[in-house]
């Protein structure tokens, strides 16, 4: 075992994330005598981030770690060793459970972190991944519980506060998840996702000047995020302002070329001013970066439609329903598609 497993060791069993991220990076730069990659100090690496909210950066060493079936099952043998050798540190518990979550085995992860939780029970961290599990089995009221501990024991924990907001949102229960999207801002008045997040859950509740403002600040924090950019547009359209709809949707494709919902609503709005060239091409851009896009199969059929075209218009109607998922909108498209061609088959 190198000096620098070891340092990088002792910093993760005591839980100073900063320490074992320094360690892992030397652990990294010296590689075996074998000269081959080691996943271990790059899962390490993984841990922190996840740790300190960094997910950008959590993906690449995820890559590096625990993608290969080899890497996999090098760390899985390393992390266990740990665990044996010292089951009573808490933090030991919590990178078992952060390994077992992203190796496919979530449902395994839940006693970890239980454990960690046990161990050290001031700390949010496993009540905050474990509230993620929950989420990913459909438990959304054991996530919020598991959300709300973290809040409880680290008022500042930022991510924990946007992901119970979202989970509220998603409940439809907008006066709850308001509150948790401004305490965010106040922790970071910098946090774009904060302030667009907001601003959806205002436009939702039908606040448009509100969520304009909200909307507008994110893009001030980050002029390049093609979502807000395309939300934007949307709140544009329920103001009846299509000219800035219009402009937002281009923004949005130029800074995303693959933001299929994009570029279909910049094809509804060519094709309602009779830009049937144009609007075609939004929606085949659409379809390029989503084949399974029915708003873009429908556009298309459309265009057909006022070309005379048919047969081209029925094949595009029943591709618009096969991926259409929702029923009214899917039944829609079923009595546009009547009226094309005179009758559909089922």
């Known amino acids: 075992m190198s000096q620098y497993q070891t340092t990088c060791e002792a910093a993760l069993l005591s839980g100073a994330w900063e320490r074992a991220a320094e360690e892992a990076l030397a652990w990294a730069r010296h590689p075996e005598p074998t000269g081959s990659r080691d996943p271990r100090p790059h899962f390490v690496l993984n841990v922190v981030q996840l740790i300190k909210g960094?997910?950008?950066?959590?993906?690449?060493?995820?890559?590096?770690?625990?993608?290969?079936?080899?890497?996999?099952?090098?760390?899985?043998?390393?992390?266990?060793?740990?665990?044996a050798g010292h089951p009573d540190q808490d933090a030991v518990h919590l990178v078992m459970g952060l390994f077992l979550s992203q190796s496919g085995q979530s449902e395994l992860s839940i006693q970890s972190y239980k454990m960690a939780a046990k161990l050290a029970p001031h700390s949010a961290h496993p009540h905050y991944f474990l509230a993620q599990i929950h989420e990913r089995a459909d438990h959304v009221e054991m996530a919020i519980k598991e959300y709300r501990e973290a809040i409880r024991l680290d008022p500042g924990y930022a991510q924990a506060r946007t992901n119970l907001?979202?989970?509220?949102?998603?409940?439809?229960?907008?006066?709850?998840?308001?509150?948790?999207?401004?305490?965010?801002?106040?922790?970071?008045?910098?946090?774009?996702?904060?302030?667009?997040?907001?601003?959806?859950?205002?436009?939702?509740?039908?606040?448009?000047?509100?969520?304009?403002?909200?909307?507008q600040e994110a893009l001030r924090l980050n002029p390049r995020d093609a979502e807000?950019?395309?939300?934007?547009?949307?709140?544009?359209?329920?103001?009846?302002?299509?000219?800035l709809a219009m402009k937002e949707y281009r923004e949005a494709v130029q800074a995303n070329r693959d933001l299929a919902p994009a570029h279909s609503a910049l094809g509804w709005m060519l094709f309602d001013r009779g830009?049937?060239?144009?609007?075609?091409?939004c929606f085949n851009q659409a379809?390029?970066?989503?084949?399974?896009?029915?708003?873009?199969?429908?556009g298309v059929a459309k265009c057909y439609a006022s070309r005379g075209k048919v047969q081209l218009a029925i094949?595009?109607?029943?591709?618009?329903?096969?991926?259409?998922?929702?029923?009214?909108?899917?039944n829609d498209i079923m009595n546009k598609l009547y009226k094309e061609g005179g009758t559909w088959d089922t």
Not at 55 to 83: C, N, P, Y
Not at 193 to 199: D, E, I, P, R
Not at 287 to 298: F, S, T, V
């Open 275 to 281: 830009q049937r060239e144009e609007a075609m091409e």
């Open 228 to 243: 807000v950019h395309f939300a934007l547009g949307g709140l544009y359209e329920n103001k009846n302002r299509p000219d």
């Open 315 to 330: 094949e595009n109607y029943t591709k618009a329903i096969k991926y259409e998922q929702d029923p009214q909108k899917k």
């Open 165 to 215: 907001g979202v989970a509220y949102q998603e409940q439809g229960r907008l006066e709850m998840a308001i509150p948790q999207y401004r305490e965010v801002i106040k922790l970071n008045p910098n946090d774009g996702v904060a302030h667009a997040n907001l601003a959806s859950a205002l436009a939702e509740q039908g606040k448009l000047q509100a969520a304009l403002l909200e909307y």
């Open 54 to 83: 960094q997910f950008a950066e959590a993906w690449t060493s995820h890559a590096m770690s625990l993608q290969e079936a080899g890497d996999i099952a090098r760390v899985k043998v390393w992390v266990e060793g740990l665990v």
């Open 287 to 298: 379809l390029r970066a989503d084949p399974e896009n029915a708003r873009a199969y429908l």
